[in-house]
């Protein structure tokens, strides 16, 4: 799983793809889930979406 802040979105669903050879799931991270300060997996900023195999 990746979270993905929206810069890095598309290097997360790609990367997920050529992993696991199929789509992901993305979900986005709701308001009162972002208070757990869940950072994006490729930077600091804070993460927006989650990305599932």
């Known amino acids: 799983m990746y979270f993905a802040c929206d810069e890095h979105i598309s290097l997360a669903i790609d990367m997920t793809v050529d992993e696991q050879e199929q789509a992901p799931v993305v979900d986005k991270i709701e308001e009162e889930d972002k208070s ?17 195999p």
């Open 36 to 52: 757990l300060s869940t950072a994006c997996s490729f930077c600091e900023n804070g993460a927006i979406y989650s990305v599932n």
